[in-house]
């Protein structure tokens, strides 16, 4: 009964982390495209690179 208890409570937990990324990346994608829509001409975003790497 325990483990079926936990296993669903994990469940749940996960789902709501996948719902809440979802949403944190469509509003940053909504964000990214009203500024393309103020400034269409204005240069390329550049992906961040982790100085860590090098």
């Known amino acids: 009964m325990l483990i ?7 469940t749940v937990a996960t789902l709501m982390a996948t719902a ?3 949403y944190e990346e ?3 994608s909504r964000l990214h ?3 393309d829509r ?5 240069p390329a975003r ?3 690179v ?3 790497d090098r």
């Open 50 to 52: 982790d100085s860590h």
């Open 26 to 28: 469509a509003e940053r």
């Open 4 to 10: 079926a208890v936990l296993a669903s409570t994990m």
């Open 46 to 48: 550049r992906i961040q």
């Open 20 to 22: 809440f990324g979802l």
């Open 33 to 35: 495209t009203e500024a």
């Open 38 to 42: 103020r400034q269409p001409f204005r």
